[in-house]
């Protein structure tokens, strides 16, 4: 497979900007279609099986991919 001249390296060694095990707060904005809530971490993609639009989370990431990662519910957010 040939790669685009000056893109062969470029995405490789992207930082990403959240690491499995991080906890973050975030408000659900809408939903995947396969229904898993979906938030934003640092412009990230996250995808929150078992949350819906609205709901403010601590969640856990347990999956980071290319473009997008996975987290799990820990609790719900406390508003301060």
């Known amino acids: 497979r040939r790669e685009r001249p000056g ?11 959240v690491e499995v095990g991080e906890e973050y707060d975030v408000d659900i904005r809408e939903l995947s279609r396969r229904g ?16 819906k639009p609205g709901d403010h989370l601590k969640v856990r990431i347990t999956r980071v991919g290319r473009r997008f990662a996975e987290a799990e519910v820990v609790t719900e957010a406390t508003s301060e």
């Open 7 to 17: 893109r062969e390296h470029s995405r490789r060694f992207l930082l990403k900007p």
């Open 36 to 51: 898993d809530g979906v938030a934003r971490i640092k412009g990230l993609v996250t995808f929150v099986p078992n949350a």
